[in-house]
């Protein structure tokens, strides 16, 4: 019986590795912390699994996790979208494997239990051996309660938490401007990247709403930009801030004219979409056409940092799957327009591919940067992690909400004490 | 069939010569080796067939390929400052088909790379488009399925 007590202790221990203004590097590394975020953090909240588009035709389904937990999103034949963990009620071998796919049923390979795609068990070889045994209908996939929003999909285990909307509070603001990138049209996935890296998955959620990094990090990036649009993302002097949006969820803004891509239709086209512009014209698309198409190419000019797994980073979804208190999966997911031209998603996925990514020219030097901070926090006694970059700064937003300079670590404090607030729970 | 011994050893030849001046990190000289419309795909998913119109890891045409090796050569890249020599080595050579306009070959691909000591195997099949070029070819296409492509990566700082 002491087991529990335990767990409790580890769990406020981690609450309690976070302060105001620093955070302390054990966070990163301790195992036992780590089963006890799973647990309080992941399997506690709302968890992005999906966007919509990623299961967009009947029996698509796709795979995703919840903290550790393997879990199927699928659409049934009516349309219907069901959220699964995927786990066999017989002996518990996953009925389902591979990132995404399409299929009519879910067939448990171990001793083939039939499962529909509402996770309802169906049939099971030689059915006369569980005579006055169990009821069919009690052993069906477990359903998980999910919601979605602009089309993201969250699912969560726990079924006593706030509806989506409430978690998502000041976000939603920020995820209605994010999906204009579909440019008037659907915003729809275009494939994804994966890679891990040996650190802990919070430094990962740090760093989307760190912009102190980029003129540093990625300067091999900015050198392979046109000096124009080099000139953009040197942002840190310019009018950007970092707002706390609550429940952990914070925005970066960096470059302000691009918050609303709706906006400024009239601006000159900018040199490094130039061609793209020829392209579209040439294909007969009004001058009105090509301009939203142009503005909306580059991404968006924020992050918004959802607590705890799912970006929006600027052009593309970042979502992160922890896999141990020293390994973490990163999906870099482009995304485009449903239905625009072709020339327009090619464009998104190249300059995806210039930035993101496994061989992109930013995302490299990010994981070096976040290997550095896991290897770095193995030394020393005094272990305190700094996050306290413009606190004496902080000003009230329009919203309402805590806000910082866009170098400030506002974001990072935001999540930390969501986590906090989670970790002690 | 009669494999044409003289097409045999000059395409192992150049894809030898390829696969060295990469590990050697002659990346000037690697440029030279393409056609102007030449691409280097290392693709997410193997069996997609139009990679122009998917995400890719890496989809270089002439000028990403002049960016990535001015970013791989620059110095400014944090990920590059601690790369070390990649080894590579190429077997089961596979000429699928040849004309005198194009030569198509396939070939397992084996880079290792050492990362502070992590010792990281990369197998993949590749495939190489040559045009004959006076007594050698010029690279058309350059696609390296990677094994591990569709599961997880690390990051890369080197060209495959
Ligand atoms: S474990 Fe699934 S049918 Fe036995
Ligand atoms: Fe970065």
């Known amino acids: ?185 659907p915003l729809k996935t275009l494939g994804e990247q994966r890679f891990r890296f040996p650190g802990n998955w919070k430094i990962q959620l740090e760093n989307t709403t760190d912009a102190y990094h980029f003129p540093i990090v990625h300067k091999s990036f900015l050198s392979s930009m046109d000096e124009t649009s080099a000139e953009i993302f040197d942002f840190l002097d310019g009018d950007g801030f970092v707002e706390d949006l609550g429940n952990g969820h914070s925005v970066m803004v960096m470059i302000p004219e691009l918050v609303d891509l709706e906006e400024k239709l009239d601006d000159p086209i900018p040199e490094r979409f130039a061609d793209l512009a020829t392209e579209l014209a040439a294909e007969g698309h009004s001058d009105e056409e090509v301009r939203r198409l142009v503005r909306a190419v580059g991404g968006s000019g924020f992050n918004l940092n959802l607590f705890p797994n799912i970006s929006f980073s600027m052009a593309f979804f970042r979502n992160l799957v922890p896999i141990s208190a020293q390994e973490t999966e990163i999906h870099h997911i482009a995304i485009g327009g449903e239905g625009a031209p072709d020339a327009y998603n090619q464009k998104r996925m190249r300059l995806h591919e210039h930035f993101q990514g496994p061989m992109g020219f930013g995302t490299p030097d990010d994981g070096e940067a976040w290997e550095r901070v896991q290897r770095g926090s193995m030394a020393g006694d005094d272990g305190w992690i700094m996050v306290n970059r413009g606190m004496s700064r902080m000003k009230t937003s329009a919203d309402g909400n805590p806000q910082g300079a866009v170098c400030s670590e506002t974001g990072m404090r935001a999540a930390y004490q969501q986590y906090k607030k989670q970790m002690a729970s | 069939m009669t494999i044409n011994n003289q097409l045999f050893n000059q395409v192992s030849e150049f894809l030898s010569t390829e696969a060295d001046m990469l590990d050697h990190r002659e990346y000037q000289d690697w440029l030279k080796l393409w056609q102007p419309d030449g691409v280097y795909i290392v693709p997410v998913d193997v069996n997609a067939d139009d990679y122009k119109n998917t995400l890719n890891v890496a989809y270089d045409d002439e000028h990403m390929r002049q960016l990535r090796v001015e970013r791989l050569e620059g110095g400014e890249a944090v990920s590059t400052a601690v790369a070390m020599p990649t080894v590579r080595s190429i077997s089961a050579l596979r000429i699928v088909s040849a004309s005198d306009d194009e030569v198509t070959v396939r070939c397992s691909y084996m880079l290792y790379e050492n990362k502070e000591g992590d010792l990281r195997p990369y197998p993949a099949k590749a495939e190489f488009v040559l045009v004959p070029n006076s007594d050698s070819f010029l690279l058309k296409k350059k696609l390296v399925k990677l094994m591990r492509a569709s599961q997880y990566l690390a990051t890369i700082s080197y060209i495959f």
């Open chain 1, 1 to 185: 019986m002491n087991k529990p007590i335990d767990k409790e202790a580890i769990a406020q221990r981690a609450a309690d590795l976070v302060l105001e203004d620093r955070v302390h590097k054990d966070l990163y590394s301790d195992p036992d912390i780590f089963e006890e975020e799973l647990d309080k953090v992941f399997n506690n909240t709302w968890v992005w699994v999906a966007h919509e588009s990623e299961v967009s035709g009947k029996n698509n389904y796709k795979t995703a996790k919840i903290g550790r937990q393997p879990v199927i999103v699928v659409r049934e034949r009516k349309g219907g979208i069901n959220v699964l963990l995927n786990r066999c009620r017989h002996r518990g071998a996953t009925v389902c494997e591979g990132n995404a796919g399409k299929t009519k049923a879910f067939t448990c390979p171990y001793h083939g239990w039939g499962y529909g795609l509402d996770g309802s068990l169906r049939a099971l070889p030689k059915p006369e051996e569980y005579e006055n045994l169990m009821d069919k209908s009690e052993f069906g996939l477990v359903k998980l309660r999910h919601e979605s929003y602009q089309g993201m999909i969250f699912a969560t285990l726990s079924d006593d938490i706030e509806p989506l909307e409430d978690f998502l509070g000041g976000a939603k603001k920020w995820i209605d401007l994010f999906m204009k990138q579909g440019a008037g049209y």
